[in-house]
């Protein structure tokens, strides 16, 4: 039999094993988070639990191929705006090159290829009160945005309750309206919604709504095919 020495440097050594592979998991594969806020509601609520996936968007030499930041990809980012609201949850909207236009409420995307704009039909994860009604600051005459090459034009999916890039996230005097590679943390991978221990169920307490989780079936990705 070891003796209490040997048994507790074992299980030192065990601790040191499991808190390196949790380490690296949370820094290189995934990271958990919880929803502060309704800025994307209907597809998430607050106080929901969500896992976000930190290794599609990396690359590894030799190991894991990048993956590209596509149209609905819901991702996670630090736009560095405030020291209380450190991590953003928002929907891709416009990619690097495009151009984006909002305008009586509706967005439009013309690619550097493209003659003219096309209407994106987000009718798959906006709410009916936030369909059609994308404005800037309720303002529905036509604005324009030239998105740079590697940056992102992202939205919330509860449009008018949030600011995004529109407005800078929170004044164009701080920063722009685009989001670089270096901001992003991840996209969202699993749904585990939130759980009730109140009431014992997945019912949101403020909404009443039931929250159950989605897993990998979730919004954290559209097809505009």
Not at 152 to 181: A, E, K, L
């Amino acid at each position: 039999m070891k003796d209490f020495t040997g048994e507790a440097l074992d299980f030192l050594k065990d601790i040191i094993i499991i808190l390196v592979i949790v380490l690296v998991m949370r820094t290189f594969l995934i990271m958990p988070f919880k929803i502060n806020g309704q800025s994307m509601y209907e597809s998430y609520y607050d106080k929901q639990f969500i896992i976000v996936d930190r290794l599609s968007y990396r690359d590894i030499p030799l190991v894991w191929k990048l993956q590209e930041v596509e149209r609905g990809d819901v991702v996670v980012f630090a736009p560095w705006v405030s020291e209380d609201r450190k991590y953003f949850i928002k929907r891709v909207i416009g990619l690097p090159g495009e151009t984006l236009k909002i305008e009586n409420g509706k967005v439009y995307i013309k690619a550097l290829w493209a003659d003219g704009f096309i209407e994106l039909n987000e009718a798959g994860y906006l709410s009916d009160d936030n369909e059609n009604n994308t404005t800037i600051r309720g303002d529905k005459n036509e604005n324009l945005y030239v998105i740079p090459e590697n940056r992102y034009f992202v939205m919330w999916d509860n449009r008018n309750h949030s600011t995004d890039s529109r407005t800078c996230f929170q004044s164009c005097s701080v920063r722009t309206n685009y989001i670089g590679p270096s901001e992003i943390r991840g996209k969202v991978l699993v749904d585990l919604g939130y759980f009730n221990f109140r009431t014992f169920s997945f019912t949101q307490p403020d909404l009443g709504i039931s929250t159950k989780p989605k897993f990998f079936n979730s919004y954290g990705d559209y097809n505009y095919e």
